[in-house]
């Protein structure tokens, strides 16, 4: 069945130290991996995404996250947080399978100390 | 400017009663989705449409209905709301054709049954 694991609900870090939030799937097929990011009072919006090429991916605000085909993996990461990031992280995966339709992990909820 | 529109932002209502959530777009897609979403928990699929008189249901089991009869409006009916039914909804669009293409939400729309 299609999954997708994200390894922590809730990380705690004061300003300047670096993330690195967990993310596995599961999904048969050729995969496309996202990446978003829901700040407080705003939308859901896109952080970042991979599909094809080089599986390093850079986003917006700092962010990358890193393909990994044979660990089914897709972490996000960050080498330094601001206070701004403080935010709800979700992993998500799509494909051609499973008739197009994108399977989301259950979030992570990311507090930066000032 | 181009956005996604739901209404209303929040509804508390008794059981028993007929709702309707509105979900708005005008971004151009094809296609759009109705997800659930409680703290925590993943977002889960519940309606999506390829375009225009075209409905079909998600992964989770709901007891709402959806309809397209325009582009830019997908709303989502519930005939005789019950407290199982207190959640997130969110509503999403993306361009049709590719499962890469990433997904544009809504505010969301925190209903409450009593």
């Known amino acids: 069945a299609q999954s997708v694991s994200q390894h922590n609900h809730h990380v705690i870090l004061s300003e300047a130290a670096s993330l690195e939030l967990g993310c596995n799937y599961s999904?048969?097929?050729?995969?496309?991996l996202f990446w978003y990011v829901q700040y407080p009072g705003q939308h859901l919006q896109l952080l970042l995404k991979?599909?094809?090429?080089?599986?390093l991916v850079k986003g917006i605000k700092g962010f990358e996250a890193e393909f990994i085909k044979s660990k089914f993996s897709f972490n996000l990461r960050k080498p330094s947080v601001q206070w701004s990031d403080t935010a709800e992280y979700f992993c998500?995966?799509?494909?051609?399978?499973?008739?197009?339709?994108?399977?989301f992990g259950a979030g992570t909820r990311l507090f930066v100390k000032a | 400017e181009a956005d996604i529109y739901q209404t209303p932002r929040y509804l508390v209502i008794g059981t028993g009663k007929k709702i309707t959530l509105e979900c708005s777009q005008t971004?151009?897609?094809?296609?759009m989705y109705w997800y659930q979403q409680d703290p925590g928990m993943e977002l889960h699929l519940i309606h999506y449409?390829?375009?225009?008189?075209?409905?079909e249901k998600g992964d989770l089991s709901s007891e709402s209905t959806v309809s397209r009869i325009r582009t830019e409006h997908f709303p989502l009916t519930l005939e005789s709301a019950r407290p199982s039914h207190t959640s997130q909804y969110l509503c999403?669009?993306?361009?049709?054709?590719?499962?890469?293409?990433?997904?544009?939400f809504g505010p969301g729309t925190r209903l409450t049954v009593l």
């Open positions: 999403a669009s993306s361009e049709f054709g590719y499962s890469y293409n990433e997904q544009f």
């Open positions: 999904y048969g097929g050729t995969v496309n």
């Open positions: 991979y599909f094809s090429g080089d599986p």
């Open positions: 998500a995966a799509s494909g051609n399978t499973g008739g197009f339709k994108t399977i």
């Open positions: 971004m151009g897609h094809d296609k």
């Open positions: 449409s390829y375009g225009v008189n075209s409905t």
